[in-house]
């Protein structure tokens, strides 16, 4: 999306942002924080306008409900890893860090996907 | 030049009494701080999978929650917690960049935009308190939300307060020069920070909007 100038890493005023060069005060790290805020209100409207729908056409709930998650999930996503990767510095650390933390985020995603699979009441026999 | 062989670079990155050098021990407290968070993500990863059991299982009442609370008081704490990252990263920029004065104003903003969350949430808890939504077992519809609801919330708030307080005494060893010339203890403390936000990130999304 946006990157700071090499030569002065993430302490450059300057960032280059779909092919122009902006300048702001703190650089990448205030372009990621106006990208976190829009994408929260893009986020929140997007619920609410989601909510109506899914309120006015009953016969198509489940199918809204399921879009509504696949995007508002889609944009949670982009916006932990805006953080993790631009200020938490990921992006210039060892490989080694990024093993630390995308493997407990594996094991807990097949671990929450075996517990999806569990009905409720436990499998009739 | 020739280039340093192995063995050289071992070398040069120890002292005579083999101590590791500055950036060494760095790397290895950034390494550790992460190694924390990774245990930290399969702790929220089961409350998290605990509230989406109930919200598949149990669909009109979260969305009578949601219908009952609204969005605006989460999304403008939503917005603080966000905030407080980009004074928290702030802050550390400040410190690299060698301006001790930067660097407390804008920790010290992290901390209060950490305590102002923690106040939002106690209004939000106060309201679905008084919606009848608790921790306790009742008789109402909300029985089964109330555990599932605050388990993960109140657990976040709980870090957001350990972080307020690990914020405050990054001010107070900022301010006699602690990190001068090595900031170490302020980038420790914003990785947390920044999961923190992050966790707050998935929470918002999955429990107040989904």
């Known amino acids: 999306m946006a990157e700071a100038t090499h030569h002065e890493g993430h302490h450059s005023n300057t960032v280059h942002l779909l092919r122009r060069e902006i300048t702001v005060e703190g650089g990448i ?10 994408l929260t209100v893009i986020e929140v409207l997007s619920a609410e306008f989601l909510k109506g729908a899914i ?17 508002l999930l889609g944009i949670a996503i982009i916006k932990s890893s805006l953080v993790i990767w631009f200020y938490m510095h990921l992006r210039e650390e060892k490989p080694l860090i990024a093993i630390v933390i995308l493997l407990p985020l594996l094991i ?18 | 030049m020739a280039e340093l062989t192995a063995n050289q ?10 101590h590791l050098s500055e950036e060494e021990q760095n790397d290895n407290l950034k390494l550790g701080v992460w190694l924390y968070l990774a245990s ?12 989406i059991i109930l919200r598949i299982n149990e669909p009109a009442v979260v969305e009578q929650a949601h219908e009952q609370l609204g969005v605006g008081l989460v999304t403008a704490n939503t917005f603080v917690l966000l905030a407080s990252s980009y004074f928290m990263v702030m802050g550390l920029r400040a410190m690299q960049q060698g301006n001790r004065a930067g660097m407390l104003r804008w920790i010290g903003a992290t901390a209060l935009g ?25 008789e109402s519809q909300w029985s089964t939300l109330g555990m599932r609801f605050y388990a993960p919330t109140f657990f976040h708030g ?16 900022g301010a006699k020069g602690r990190y001068d010339h090595n900031p170490i203890g302020i980038e420790m403390f914003g990785l947390y920070w920044h999961f923190v936000d992050v966790v707050w990130i998935m929470l918002f999304t999955l429990i107040y909007l989904v």
Not at chain 2, 45 to 51: F, P
Not at chain 2, 117 to 137: D, K, N, R, V
Not at chain 2, 158 to 166: S, T
């Open chain 1, 29 to 38: 790290y205030t372009v990621v924080f106006a990208a976190l805020a829009v």
């Open chain 1, 55 to 71: 309120h006015d056409i009953p016969s198509a709930a489940a199918t809204l409900q399921a879009i509504k998650a696949i995007i």
């Open chain 1, 108 to 125: 807990a995603t097949q671990s929450i996907m075996y517990l999806l699979a569990i009905p409720p009441l436990g499998y009739s026999v």
């Open chain 2, 9 to 18: 670079l071992h070398a040069v990155a120890h002292d005579d009494h083999g």
């Open chain 2, 40 to 51: 930290e993500i399969v702790i929220f990863s089961i409350m998290i999978v605990g509230y």
């Open chain 2, 114 to 138: 950490g305590a102002v969350f923690l106040i939002g949430q106690y209004i939000e808890y106060s309201e679905l308190a008084h919606l009848g939504i608790i921790l306790g077992y009742t």
């Open chain 2, 158 to 173: 709980a870090h957001v307060f350990v972080g307020v307080i690990w914020a405050l005494e990054v001010l107070r060893r």
